[in-house]
């Protein structure tokens, strides 16, 4: 089980929480005072998660809604920012500044050190990104709590890196280090998966196997468990975890896979250049398109060199709409705005329908259909890895498919309903159980929370 090390000092007063810091939606646990352990924090308004996304607001004179002023730290550049459904709602609404969504999918890569502009020549760095998010959970839940909060349980994923130890440890200590630099002094992980077998425990009145399926933006997940009433009590259930497993394939990369099936071909992704001196056309280039498919690779397209090197390839173009409509939708960075096209195209054909991707704001009239059929084609290879994943984390556990009573579903991504049958498919004598799919995973950790600090207050 995963846990850090340099506790707070024994026996100082304080408070705890726990933080589910998710790819997509995040949100945050405080002791609620009541029959209950924990409760969530409404975040913005009476919603219990936020969306894990920041604005930074570039011009001082016209800042939207909710703009929060920043802390003052000593740095020589702070921008105001804000926070959830006000920063997509900034970033539609078409206010100068920078969006940063999906921040979590940089821990463990080589850009989490690196600093990216943000506008008007001011740049941060990805950590400090995570950071000052951290900061807004941490600050609202002190508000709604009534007391400093100095211990934390971080959910994690079970990879944050798949096959790479190295690069999965360093994510976690850069995500403990945002965490200390936010003020909590005493921090613990906990396998997302495990916390939402947590929350499904308190439900059950008898013992079983689950398979917990936490599959959210970025990761799916999923964990063997040992469960039941007798259970939870138990501080130390290590001995109840059978096997964890995982792979970096999500909702994120759902969108990833629409973009490029069904929006990036009107932009060029596919089609080929002229033919020079009779030998064959060359495909176009096709990097550019696979970074505005990838939520925290887009604003990388939009860096001046960038944007000078696309401009001088129109003659890779045997179409020069292609190249035309690309250029519009780099120089009015409509990036994001694309990929949430993305996203809301495979969420209407989740249930097997169909819909038309409105995309006049690159060309009057342009538009491209999207059915279940074409979803089915675009994920294939992504549904296929997450069910190969759930059934080696069976094997792993040492139990056979037949010995899991229940299959836990939980997770953003868990609305698709292609997704949930292809994996009850794999496991046809279990029963599906559905979590809330963005909440379950804080109420758990909520729960381990309390088990590890309410003997220490």
Known sequence: MPASSRPSTPGAAQGFCAIDFGTSNSAIAIPSGGDQPMRLVPLEGEHLTM????????????????????????????????????????????????????????????????????????????????????????DGAEKAGGQPLRQVVMGRPVFFVDEDPVRDAQAQASLEQAARAVGFDDVAFQFEPIAAAFD???????????????????????????????????LDRRSDILANHGVHVAGTDFDRRVSLAAIMPTLGLGAHGPSVLGQPPKPVPSKVYHDLSTWHLINTVYAPPRVAELQAMDDFYANPVHHQRLMKVVRQRLGHAL?????????????????????????????????????????????ARIQRCALETVQMAGVQPSDIGALYFTGGSTGLKRLTDALAATLPSARSVRGDRLASVAAGLGLDAARRFQHKR
């Open 51 to 138: 969306p894990t996304a920041v604005f930074y607001c570039t011009d001082a004179d016209d800042l939207p809604p909710g703009a929060v002023q920043p802390r003052s730290t000593g740095r020589q550049l702070e921008l105001p920012r804000t926070f959830g459904r006000a920063a997509m709602k900034a970033y539609v609404d078409g206010y100068e500044g920078r969006l940063m969504r999906s921040m979590k999918s940089v821990l463990g890569s080589g850009l989490i050190d690196q600093t990216t502009e943000i506008g008007g020549g001011m740049g941060v760095k990805y950590l400090d990104i995570i950071t000052t998010y951290l900061r807004h959970l941490k």
């Open 339 to 383: 990929i949430g096209q993305a996203e809301g195209a495979k969420i209407a054909v989740a249930d097997g329908g169909h819909t038309d991707i409105d995309l006049q704001a690159i060309e009057a009239a342009l538009h491209q259909p999207f059915d279940d059929a074409a979803a089915a084609q675009a994920l294939a290879d992504d549904l």
């Open 200 to 234: 499904h425990e308190r439900h059950l009145d008898h013992e079983e196997l689950v398979l917990v399926a936490d599959i959210g933006g970025g990761t799916s997940d999923f964990s063997v468990v040992r469960v039941g009433p007798s259970r939870r009590a138990v």
